[in-house]
């Protein structure tokens, strides 16, 4: 059975003055703004750098929740971050590396078993399999 999930863009002008939207078949996001000020400065608005790591956080706090769960485990909380880095590469930029990390409250796991299967997990994330930059994890638990 295969999902299918649809997303959109507009942009309007040139590079550094046009402006764009994006939208999500969700309405998560709803005519989102972003331009070059958003991706390539600090101005207001999205930009996709910040979805892409959203993307990856998001699939990788729920692809663990089900590895904790596959080994008798069940997270009280996972919070997981990614830091994406845009470098300038020859004429344009790509996105190099993707630095993620998680804690997570997980009642009766150890650090080798939570370590274990939060890398495993990165592996195995599906948004990670589609990605060429190097991801890396930073994963423990907490008190």
Known sequence: MAMKKS????????????????????????????????????????????????????????????????????????????LVTLDKQGEGFAITTIALTCRARVPGADAGTFGRIAQETKQGCPVSKVLKAEISLDASLEG
């Open 7 to 82: 997303a959109s863009a507009v942009w309007t002008g040139g590079l550094k003055d046009g402006q764009g939207t994006m939208s999500t078949e969700t309405g998560a996001l709803r005519e989102a703004p972003y331009g070059f000020k958003s991706r390539f400065e600090d101005g207001p608005g999205t930009n996709p750098e910040e979805l892409i790591g959203a993307a990856l956080a998001g699939c990788f706090s729920m692809a663990l929740s089900l590895g904790l769960g596959n080994a008798g485990l069940t997270p009280e909380r996972i919070e997981t971050r990614a």
